[in-house]
Each structure stands twice: as C-alpha cells, then as structure tokens.
C-alpha cells in the first residue's frame, strides 16, 4: 500500500510541471546608480519584449537578455516566450529597487491579465477544479449504470471469501484511481498540450464522438446491447481469482474498467474531449475526479459489507436511469456536432435547431418518468418527482430561445449567438483599415467555436445593454482561432501568437485608430462592470 501511496504522490510533480512553463528567468544587479536586468530563457525557446517603456526592440531573444539602465528609466518589461509549439500568455515582470531577483508576488506564475497579475494562475485552478468537478460527477452517474452497479455485490464476494481487510479495500479504491489517472496522464502523453486543443475542434474527432454518444445512447434506449468482448473479463477475472497480493487486488479493479466500459465509456469520452482544450493537467485532473467517484463506494461496501443489505437492489429503477442518462448523452452529443458544424461552416445545426433539440430531451426525460408513474411505490415516486419537475421547468426557459433569447445557462454548449447592433469584421486587415478610414478605435476578439469561457463571456458580458452601447464607439474585430476554412484559423492564431503574445481564448486587445495598444488586454471575465472599467472610449 505504501509503494502504491508513493507512486500517486510521484505523478503530482510530473503533471504540474507539464502544466506551468516558465521558460525566462529575470534577475537584476544594481551598480551604483545603474541597474543591469538580465532574463536567461532556456534552450529551445526565444523571447519577445512586448513592452519596455520607450524603447523599441526587434529582434528575438535565444539564450539571454541584457540591458543597463539608470534607475530613473528602470520599467516594468512586458514579455512573452515561445517554443515551436506554443507561445506562453505575456508575463510583465519588474526590478524591486535592493533586491537581487524580484517577482510579481504571485505564488505560482506572473502573467499579465486584463487587472492584476495574479489571476490567470488562478483562473487556470479554478479551470481544473472545473474539470475535477466534471469527472467526479461523471463517476457519480457511472456508478447507477447497470454495467457498473451489479459488480459492486460482486467485489465485496470477492473480499470476503479472500478474508480481506480494510486494507485490501483501500488497495482497491487506490488501483481504479491509478488505473483511470493514468488513462489521463497517457492521454496527455501521446498528444500533448497543443494536439489536444487541436483535437479538441478537430471536425474528425468531434463528429466521432457525436457518433459515438448517439451509438451509446441508442444502445442505453435499449435497441441493442454494447459489450467488450466477455473473454477479455472472463480471463482477468480468473486471474485475479487464481492470484494473491496486490496484484489480485489490482487485476481485480482492472476487470471491473473492462466491464463496465459500455456505460462508463462514453462518459469518459465526453470528459476527455471536454479537458482537451483546457491545458495539459485537464485530462488528468479529470480522470482523477471520476476515479474518486467511482471508487469510493466499492471500497466503503468492501470494507463494510454489511452496508450491502440496505443498498437497493438492480431492478427497474436502473432502467428508467439508463433512458435519463440516454436523453442526456444525446443532449451532450450535440456540442460535438456543434463545433464541428461551426469551424468548417456547413451550417446544419443552426443555434434554433440546437436549442430546439435539447428542449426535446428534456421533455423526454419528464415525459418518461412520468409514464406509468402510478404503478411505482411512494419513495420513487417522489425521486422521479425530484428529477421531472427541474427536467420540465429546464425545457420551459430553453422555449424564448428559440426566437434569440439569450438563455445563458447553456451558453457553453449552444453555437453562439448574434449580438444586435454590433457591426463586426472577421477579418483583421479589414477591420484595422477600415478604423483608420473612420478614426475609431478598435476591439479584437480572438474567440473560438470550441471556446467554452468565450461563449460564457459573450452571453454574459457582450450582450449586457451598457456594454453593447460602449462597444459601438469601437470597430469589433471577431478572429476565431479554430476556423478551418481556407487557412483562416491558422492566421487568426498566427496573429494571436506573433502580434500579442497569446494562444489562451477568450483574449481581448483594445487599440486606437491608429492601431497602437491602450489597454493591457483583458481576458475571461463574467463581470460586465471589470469589462466596462477596461473599455478607454
């Protein structure tokens, strides 16, 4: 148990390195009433000075910077990193006068964000608590699954006749959490960071998983029956049976992955799709959340089995929960469908018809529990009750949008909606010559279809009234990132990367007509006010 307790705690290092890249170090030496800065960037990369006040730099930086300045021109530097693969978001970093190194007091990382230079670490945690959430909810609905439910009476058999203790019991827990982190940590191995947001609003890959939930929901309906092929089970669960130690133990947790694939399946699917496009620990931190789901009641009954005699038995509640969770992965598919319909602009799932859709599901899933409702007893009734009444009241506020309504609880899973009274370019040149032909200023808005926070941020903050008045003094420049027609996504990205220092969405750039920068960029936000606050005119 200690050996497999060392090997969890030796992947936290591993996968929080892959997640903070701080490829530039600076450090400042004062000399008398000069000071020398110096920034050593580490091999593979170059460095970009963005800003240092008055000066103009340009050429790249490869092994090291070095400049001296008097104190009295001493400037906040504003700059960012980038490799062959990526480009880190800008960073401002200053010289604390006495100090030999100084940083931004952040206790992670110094980027640069629209107001203080701490948040994006931050809102990057609060990202992958996000994704914590999600898997953990996903093991949640997993464990009601008739692939996974029925093997819970079959464990604690298991521990029983091998006379195991608690201890088994936690070994147990401890090898589906290191079994489905690692999926996590194989997946981010094989892509990598910049694959996975590639994949991510891939049309390929999305159209497969919309597929792939249709399929499993189909099969959840009840038209036919998904199943790995039994030997695969049959083998282990002998082996285990026929094996001592931990590695029963282990081969054991192992079985119960293969057989109730069907059900968790397409769970983890949508997870690792969802944790794709949001950095390189989502896809662990995700598989992580649904291990410790999924764990905790096999352990808990293995080690007390008396438990099992209160537990409800699989009957027809786990049919009717099979025909929800059916609705909803037909719900969820959409998305998929979505951001490849949106990025390759074939146009076939307009946001009316999506919405439309989903209120149908929902219908479906009150509609049904419903059905025969009678014939229950009185505890089911009221749990059937409990998931009708906000399943019915959902489908109901999704109706206004059908005709535009905003209905910005589904704003990260809907196509985006038009914003009225916004005249907007979606191509950069355009935009910028046409600011200069009418002397406003200019708002970029680099944004993807695959872009969860962007939909938040433009149901949210783009479309609040006093926003949408302060925004029509600007030119709106709208550059999606992941637009695979003709190369546009490949150039709005290269903007991105090479004219501001970023590759995170959503990312905001505010210029003057003459295109020059008058605000430090502003990223996600859902508070309409920090954003008006941010707007110069």
Request: charged share 20%; proline share 5%; glycine share 8%.
């Amino acid at each position: 148990m200690k050996k497999l307790f060392f090997i969890l705690l030796s992947l936290i290092p591993l996968v929080s390195a892959a997640e903070i890249v701080q490829p530039v170090t600076w450090s400042g030496e004062e000399h008398g009433d000069s000071v020398v800065l110096r920034a050593e960037i580490e091999p593979g990369w170059h460095m970009n000075i963005i800003e240092m006040g008055d000066r103009e730099f340009a050429e790249e930086f490869a092994d090291s910077f070095r400049i001296t300045l008097a104190k009295a021109e001493l400037t906040p530097i504003r700059y960012n990193a980038c490799d062959d693969r990526m480009c880190t978001a800008p960073e401002t970093w200053e010289y604390a006068e006495g100090e030999e190194e100084a940083d931004c007091g952040c206790e992670i990382m110094c980027p640069v964000p629209s107001a203080n230079v701490c948040d994006a670490p931050l809102t990057a945690l609060s990202g992958l608590l996000w994704i914590f959430v999600l898997g953990f909810l996903g093991g949640l609905l997993a464990i009601f699954t008739p692939c996974v439910w029925p093997i819970i009476p079959m464990t604690v058999s298991f521990f029983l006749k091998k006379g195991g203790g608690r201890r088994d019991a936690i070994l147990y827990g401890l090898s589906i959490i290191v079994l489905y982190v690692g999926l996590g940590l194989l997946v981010t191995v094989l892509f990598g960071a910049s694959a996975l947001n590639e994949l991510s609003t891939n049309a390929v890959v999305n159209i497969v998983f919309f597929l792939l939930l249709v399929v499993f929901a189909l099969s959840f309906f009840g038209l036919f029956e998904i199943t790995l092929p039994s030997s695969w089970s049959t083998a282990l669960d002998s082996k285990a049976r026929n094996t001592g130690g931990f590695l029963s133990i282990l081969l054991m947790a192992f079985t119960l992955v293969i057989v109730s694939f069907s059900c968790t399946g397409p769970i983890i699917g949508t997870l690792l799709v969802e944790a794709a496009g949001k950095s390189l620990l989502a896809p662990t931190m995700g598989m992580l959340g649904f291990a410790i789901a999924l764990a905790l009641p096999f352990s808990l009954f293995a080690m007390f089995p008396e438990w099992m005699k209160q537990a409800p038995r699989s009957g027809d509640w786990m049919t009717s929960f099979k025909v929800v969770l059916a609705f909803l992965e037909l719900a969820l598919s959409l998305k998929f469908l979505s951001v490849a319909d949106m990025a390759y602009g074939w146009g076939i799932l307009p946001r009316w018809l999506f919405i439309a859709i989903w209120i149908a599901c929902f219908l479906g899933i009150g509609i049904y529990l419903m059905w025969n409702i009678r014939k229950v007893s009185t505890v089911r009734k009221i749990i059937r009750a409990v998931v009708i009444i906000p399943s019915v009241a959902f489908a109901i506020y999704l109706v206004p949008g059908l005709w535009g309504a905003p209905v910005k609880a589904i704003s990260a899973f809907a196509p985006p909606m038009e914003i009225e009274g916004r005249e907007v370019f979606h191509d950069y040149d355009e935009g910028l010559a046409y600011a200069r032909q009418t002397s406003r200023p200019v708002i970029i808005d680099f944004t993807g279809y695959g872009c969860v926070n962007c939909r938040k941020m433009e149901a949210y903050v783009l479309d609040n009234d006093s926003v949408k008045t302060r925004l029509q003094n600007y030119v709106f420049i709208e550059l999606f990132v992941d637009d695979k027609r003709d190369g546009i996504g490949e150039k709005n990205s290269r903007i991105q990367r090479e004219q501001f220092g970023s590759n995170a969405q959503p990312y905001y750039v505010q210029l003057d007509a003459k295109g020059q920068s008058v605000a430090e960029p502003m990223a996600f936000t859902t508070d309409p006010d920090e954003f008006l606050n941010w707007l110069k005119y």
